[in-house]
């Protein structure tokens, strides 16, 4: 076997055991440590499970960068570049998704709502979400793939990988079998991925992912 076949096959067993690390370690935190966290009150509480998602989502991912890909996590992630390119189109299509999903929600469902979030809603729902999901999915398994992969087909990997990442959760709070927010998170992030490619900025869909998140516990 030649050495340039050994090291794609070691890059792809490095990826895959990256990957099963984290999505056991995440169902275990959430199917069985989620109670356990939410017990220290409305305060302790959001600050445990946003330290907690931290120490799972981007520590790994730093070590990862750092020693694997013997790179800056901040330069790999694309956190320095097109910073302000980033921001302004962040802001832009967050603004844009916000009205789409707001008219719908006005329009068609007839909803009321409701702007007295907490501070979990603020910090893990809005905030962390926005930041720890796009530095692991946009920022390093969409890149990790892409290396290997078509942007579509990546794209698409990386969409699939985003949705499952959801179900512990919905498995916690008995809505695993709502199909349709199956196929929402999967169009959700296939735009992520889309959005992160044109704009070669990270900023864009950690604000375009808070933004969202935020409109969602709104309405």
């Known amino acids: 076997m030649s050495t340039g076949i ?9 990826i895959i055991g990256f990957l099963v ?11 069985w440590l989620l109670e356990y966290i939410y017990s220290f009150g409305e ?22 960068i750092k020693i694997h890909l013997y790179s800056d996590p901040i330069s790999y992630l694309k956190m320095n570049v097109n910073v302000k390119v980033g ?22 469902n007839g909803v009321s709502f409701h702007f007295s979030l907490s501070f979990d809603d603020y910090l893990n729902t ?10 692991v999915f946009r920022g390093l398994i969409l890149q990790e793939f892409n290396k290997k992969l078509a942007f579509w087909k990546a794209n698409i990997m990386t969409a699939l990988l985003f949705l499952v990442i959801h179900y512990p959760i919905w498995i916690y709070n008995d809505i695993i079998f709502q199909f349709g927010s199956h196929i929402y998170i ?5 735009l992520f991925g ?3 490619k044109k704009t070669g900025s990270l900023w864009t869909v950690i604000l375009l992912h808070a933004f969202h998140n935020y409109v969602l516990s709104i309405i």
């Open 6 to 14: 050994k090291e794609k096959n070691n890059d792809i067993n490095i």
């Open 21 to 31: 690390f984290f999505y056991l370690t995440w169902t275990i935190k959430e199917l």
């Open 43 to 64: 305060i302790i509480s959001p600050l445990v499970e946003a330290l907690v998602k931290s120490l799972i989502w981007i520590v790994p991912v730093s070590i990862y």
């Open 87 to 108: 921001v302004f189109w962040g802001i832009l299509l967050s603004l844009l998704l916000g009205a789409i999903l707001i008219l719908e929600a006005f329009l068609f």
């Open 126 to 135: 809005v905030l962390m979400a926005g930041l720890d999901e796009e530095i």
């Open 186 to 190: 999967f169009l959700i992030g296939l």
């Open 194 to 196: 889309f959005v992160f």
